[in-house]
């Protein structure tokens, strides 16, 4: 079942000095609560071309900076681990980029969400939200099981049939059996 889940705005003066100085579009600090208690970064991009300089290694530095802003958001030790960055950019990024972005380690977990091209409303923050953290956007439906009792005429099968537990003796009895059968056939 989808649900709304309700945000809460983290206004910080210091955080709101990064969109100016690293070219974000839109950055929301967002706080929620599912099951667990998170803290949710959405930052907004028309690309990453700014960020992911090889030289200025602008990306790191931003990443270094949120951390110590968001410090005196973490209530404890378990919301430090539950902090998620979203970010969403326009522009299509290349596989090698994304993988790099979304496997750095440091500070919180990291996704990017490509070639969008919708505003960060409240509701398209729920469904990044439910789509990459609480898995709420799932369909599932039951699935009967369906058991077909299984028949055979091989020897082995009429010989295991009905065999809970197969003691020593009876196993050697199986085994030469089934090693006469095989002569036989051959």
Not at 30 to 42: G, Q, S
Not at 119 to 137: A, G, P, Q, R, V
Not at 140 to 169: A, F, H, N, Q, R
Request: glycine fraction near 2%.
């Amino acid at each position: 079942m989808k649900q709304s889940i309700h945000l809460k705005k983290i206004h910080s003066e210091k955080i709101s000095l990064l969109k100016e100085e690293y070219k974000i579009f839109q950055l929301d600090i967002l706080k929620f609560k599912a099951k667990v208690e998170y803290i949710t970064l959405f930052i907004q991009l028309d690309n990453l071309d700014y960020l992911m300089e090889h030289q200025t290694n602008k990306f790191d530095t931003l990443i270094s900076a949120i951390s110590i802003y968001l410090e005196e958001f973490l209530e404890n030790n378990f919301l430090r681990w539950n902090i998620y960055m979203i970010f969403v950019i326009s522009k299509k990024v290349e596989k090698e980029i994304k993988y790099q972005i979304e496997n750095d380690t440091y500070f919180a977990r990291k996704i990017l969400e490509d070639e969008y091209c919708f505003e960060l409303t409240d509701e398209n923050i729920n469904k990044l939200i439910s789509k990459y953290i609480t898995f709420t956007d799932l369909e599932l439906t039951d699935t009967p099981i369906k058991s077909k009792k299984y028949i055979s005429d091989s020897k082995i099968y009429t010989e295991l049939k009905g065999i809970v537990t197969l003691k020593d003796d009876k196993r050697d009895e199986i085994l030469t059996l089934l090693e006469r059968g095989i002569k036989n056939e051959i």
